[in-house]
């Protein structure tokens, strides 16, 4: 686990002011309602980097990331 860890909360609403995630949005700010991209990795054509890129941030983020893992994703 990285020393600077976030909590998860700052670190999402990190992560949606920073508009680096498509599709991860505030729906409504003031009351902390937020939209988050998603799709079921049973899809067909499902692929972490373009279908999942806030879960894999978040691996990253708190050093849990799929032993082998090569490719980072932008944190």
Same mark, same amino acid.
């Given at each position: 686990?990285?020393?600077?860890?976030? /909590?998860? /909360?700052?670190?999402?609403?990190?992560?949606?002011?920073?508009?680096?995630?498509?599709?991860?949005?505030?729906?409504?700010?003031?009351?902390?309602?937020?939209?988050?991209?998603?799709?079921?990795?049973? /899809?067909?054509?499902?692929?972490?980097?373009?279908?999942?890129?806030?879960?894999?941030?978040?691996?990253?983020?708190?050093?849990?990331?799929?032993?082998?893992?090569?490719?980072?994703?932008?944190?």
């Amino acid at each position: 686990m990285p020393v600077d860890r976030q /909590r998860m /909360r700052p670190w999402l609403e990190e992560q949606i002011n920073g508009g680096k995630i498509q599709g991860l949005i505030w729906v409504n700010k003031e009351e902390k309602i937020f939209q988050i991209p998603w799709i079921h990795a049973a /899809r067909h054509g499902w692929e972490l980097d373009k279908d999942a890129p806030l879960f894999m941030n978040w691996a990253i983020h708190t050093g849990t990331t799929p032993q082998g893992f090569n490719t980072v994703l932008s944190t």
